[in-house]
């Protein structure tokens, strides 16, 4: 197991209360509840999330084979920063969420302006945002392009691990159809398993039901 993996079922043990837990009246055993699990995933999710979707070493040779150089080590933040400063200024006031990680930059893409409920067809108002998106990372080519999708903890966990990749897919095709290259692009579903919020109300849930693309500079 991972180091991070590892500190993230330790950081789970602890945070869950015993109240958190639910006993099985057929077997008497006690189990941790989704909705407990829910309501502490936020602080565990960075743990969660890993290296590169496909890995780096995959993942680098289909860049350099499209023709995509790598960031010189010194320019990386300069880079990173270049573009941060775009992305920002492109999706102001569209309720997307710029973060900065490192050298690294999230997008995170909240339900209410991407998805209808149970649905993996792109909101037509969100494909508006996800235009101004791709002309920035087409400009900023030097970047490995992951885009991770989320559910709430609604419905059984085959479900909203399918739903969460279907809109992952939906997303990643869209930029890929506005000329971002393909071999910088890569999926991952992750269902209801990386809450950032409590899916104990209607707040969390929806938090909870997102798109984060992942910007990660090719080194």
Not at 19 to 36: F, L, Q, W, Y
Not at 106 to 111: A, C, I, Q, T
Request: neutral net charge; contains cysteine.
């Amino acid at each position: 197991m991972k180091k991070n993996q590892t500190i993230s079922l330790i950081l789970l043990t602890a945070l869950l209360p015993l109240s958190a837990c639910v006993t099985d009246p057929e077997t008497g055993k006690r189990t941790i509840s989704k909705a407990a699990i829910g309501g502490v995933g936020g602080a565990l999710g960075g743990y969660l999330l890993g290296d590169l979707i496909g890995g780096r070493r995959d993942r680098t040779e289909k860049i350099v084979g499209a023709g995509i150089g790598a960031v010189a080590g010194a320019g990386v933040g300069y880079y990173m920063d270049e573009q941060e400063k775009k992305l920002r200024q492109q999706t102001a006031g569209t309720g997307v969420n710029v973060i900065r990680d490192g050298d690294n930059l999230v997008l995170d893409m909240p339900s209410e302006i991407t998805f209808g409920v149970d649905s993996s067809n792109i909101d037509p108002g969100f494909r508006n945002t996800l235009d101004q998106v791709s002309l920035t990372l087409k400009q900023y080519e030097k970047t490995y392009v992951d885009v991770m999708g989320h559910t709430d903890s609604t419905g059984s966990d085959a479900y909203n691990q399918a739903l969460s990749e279907r809109r992952a897919s939906a997303v990643a095709d869209y930029l890929s159809s506005r000329g971002v290259q393909s071999a910088r692009l890569a999926t991952r579903g992750y269902g209801e398993s990386q809450p950032k919020a409590s899916n104990l109300d209607a707040a969390g849930r929806s938090a909870n039901r997102r798109v984060e693309i992942r910007l990660v500079p090719v080194t």
